[in-house]
């Protein structure tokens, strides 16, 4: 739809419907634009001093239904246009379920995209057709921001703050992905592709590892994160370890839980939480225990936070110990 030579082409559900705002706010400007310009033109002509032709002695002071209608004409279309654009825009970063989760890390000057069975890509990213996705972006260093113009989606990739966005691709194809935040000296080569493919050749692709390319076969997240936890983090040297010598709330169910904070304060355990709780645990404490652990900021990278997140997440339906 919309797929004028000079311009991106439309090739996801949303990208469809922000063509069809954005070509009908380029008509209505042309359309009221033209009466503008041409009514100066004419009205310039007509009433010009040589012209003794036209009556000057005559002269309307005032029109309230021509007052009325150049004011609510435009009010209306503004209104509906602004209701229009903010349904397209809750489409985009609404939460919704169902979707197929990628996250993308930031850095200069390259992305990193990471499926959710482990498979890793950096500067390309595939993606099934006829799904909806959703992607998770953050940087590691400073700010990114993550653009298929294809697909007609941007969001903001920044230091310490995870923001989504949800898109479905419709047609398969190689699309353009480009850094648009200007982030250095290199900005200009942080660039990639998008590959969209038929749901049984993606299903195919990831199950043989992502099927060369830059894309690398490893464990599930959730298993990485495992790892994480039982090696590099040493997670499970306190949390659910009942032989701890220092206690620590049970991860097993907390994922999703209203969490009660030392301070009174009630929060929801979701994947900003988990993050924050990892690099600074004394930002949020749980009620009932001590602030002991230590600070994992700089020693964790932004994809073994990731892996640490979904290792955590898939912990969410079992009970912890006691059944609390």
């Not at 495992?226 to 907390?254: I, W, Y």
């Not at 999703?256 to 355990?269: E, P």
Request: hydrophobic fraction near 40%.
């Amino acid at each position: 739809m919309w797929n004028i030579p000079f311009f991106p082409p439309t090739a996801s559900k949303e990208g469809e419907a922000i063509s069809t705002l954005y070509w009908t706010i380029s008509w209505l400007a042309v359309f009221f634009g033209s009466i503008v310009l041409f009514g100066a033109i004419y009205l310039a002509v007509k009433y010009r001093a040589s012209n003794e032709a036209v009556r000057r002695d005559d002269a309307v002071e005032t029109d309230l239904r021509l007052e009325l209608g150049w004011t609510l004409i435009p009010l209306v279309l503004a209104l509906a246009i602004f209701g229009w654009s903010a349904k397209l825009y809750g489409d985009i970063y609404a939460p919704r379920e169902g979707a197929y989760e990628v996250f993308v890390v930031g850095k200069q000057w390259m992305w990193h995209c990471q499926h959710p069975n482990g498979v890793r890509e950096n500067n390309e990213l595939h993606l099934p057709a006829g799904r909806l996705v959703k992607v998770t972006v953050i940087s590691q260093d400073v700010i990114h921001a993550f653009s298929i113009p294809a697909f007609r989606v941007k969001r903001d990739a920044v230091p310490g703050r995870y923001n989504t966005m949800y898109f479905t691709p419709t047609q398969p194809g190689k699309y353009h992905l480009f850094c648009t935040e200007y982030c250095g000296t290199k900005h200009s080569e942080m660039i990639g592709w998008v590959y969209v493919l038929p749901p049984e050749e993606f299903q195919l692709w990831l199950a043989h590892g992502g099927g060369g390319g830059t894309a690398t076969a490893a464990l599930s997240l959730e298993e990485q994160g495992k790892q994480v936890f039982e090696g590099v983090g040493a997670c499970s040297t306190c949390h659910m370890n009942p032989n701890a010598a220092v206690k620590a709330p049970d991860l097993r169910g907390l994922f999703g839980s209203k969490v009660k904070l030392a301070d009174g304060r009630t929060v929801v355990a979701d994947e900003a939480y988990i993050r924050e709780s990892i690099l600074n645990p004394g930002a949020k404490v749980v009620a009932g225990y001590q602030p002991v652990m230590p600070p994992y900021q700089g020693v964790l990278s932004e994809e073994q936070i990731i892996q640490l997140t979904a290792y955590i997440k898939s912990l969410a339906k079992e009970q912890p110990a006691g059944g609390k």
